[in-house]
């Protein structure tokens, strides 16, 4: 199948769990069909040209070919059986324009994580009536690009019952997160080291490590005064910057976070508003350490509560079970065994491939779309363009 992905930036899989799926997906997809990338722009943050040309490199060693530029003159150049848009605004931006120039492409969008969701949940948090106007615009305009797809992919079966009981007819499956997992269990440390992990261009992350700095960890230091706290991962804000004390340690991006995790005994999640899976939780378990996450960060994990990750909502809580943790070793060897054989059966390489392959054979079978834009919107579009090119631009 020649199938074009569509996607804001080249991946760099070590600064996001998202843009880690992105490319994972696309080196499953690229084993066995004919994958174009398009990328909006090359990069999405500043990053230095060695690290671009080594970004760059690892996606096109996977057989995947990259383009920027117009993306109508991409649509233009070749056909494709299916175009995998990656989060619901590039269909709000281009829908239209892939339904013109690719009338016979099958169009997928991916969800990553359902946007409205997060928005909302945030709104409840805040109760700012901007958040709550915000939530429900939101959701309209990505119902909508859901509705116009010929196919959607959400990042976990919960997230696909959502949409279900808003769009009933819908041609949907999930494909989560993709981790690779340790063999065995590594030696879990005896010191109390706490890690966060995460992106800070990501504000559900900013928001949890202040509310912990702020409401959870005075309480474990009442306990365990010795206890420290590790912040490691890309583009931290100043507000986490300046966390920074003899207790708080604000890494920045690094490489490799095998390290930072394998020195900690607990992984925290505390967040309090977000969508989708979280990287974070995945990669801790993934490397056989426990984790205490809330509501929101055990969305989409599909284990339960007190059987491979502990969920904790309130401050007190949430302090309660990291000192357990801290304490009571069988009990982290319990928790992280259990999450580790579960999430690798679900969550691991082997079975991103089978739900994609599932995905695109159900794609392929698919009735042509080619009368979803009827001919006098396709023509309108292909008029509007000659203009584009041979009339307006002269005129300035």
Known sequence: MKLLVIAPYIPMADRGSEELRCSEMLGIL?????????????WGQ????EQKRRYREIIESMGVEIRVGFIRQVLKERPYDAILI??????????????TWQPRAKIIVDAV?????????????????????????????????????DFVMTVSDEERDILLKEIAELNIHSV???HRFSEKLPRLTDDPLMVFVGDYRVPP????????????????????????????GNAPTDEICSLVSPQITVTGYVTEVAPYLQRSRVSVAPLRFGAGMKGKVGEAVAHGI????????????????????????????FADAVLRLFRDRELCDRLRTSALRKMKERFGVEAARRRLDFIMETVASLPSPERKLSPARRLQRKSADWLERNLLWRLG
């Open 30 to 42: 690229a084993a066995k069909h004919h994958v174009t990338l398009y990328v909006w722009s090359e």
């Open 46 to 49: 500043e990053v230095g040209e």
């Open 86 to 99: 990656e989060w619901f605004h590039s269909m709000d931006l281009i829908g239209a324009d892939i339904r």
């Open 113 to 149: 994580d359902v946007e409205y969701r997060r928005l909302s949940i945030k709104s409840e948090v805040s109760g700012d009536p901007a958040d709550i106007a915000k939530a429900a615009d939101t959701k309209r305009r990505e119902l909508a690009a859901y509705a116009n797809a």
């Open 176 to 178: 989560p997160n993709i």
């Open 205 to 232: 992350n900013v928001d949890a490590v202040q509310y912990f700095c702020r409401e959870v960890l005075p309480l474990i230091h009442t306990q365990v005064p010795q206890a420290h706290f590790l912040i490691v």
């Open 290 to 317: 426990p984790v205490v996450t809330t509501s929101v960060g055990f969305q989409g994990m599909e284990v339960k509560h007190g059987e491979g990750i502990m969920v904790a909502d309130s401050a007190g809580e």
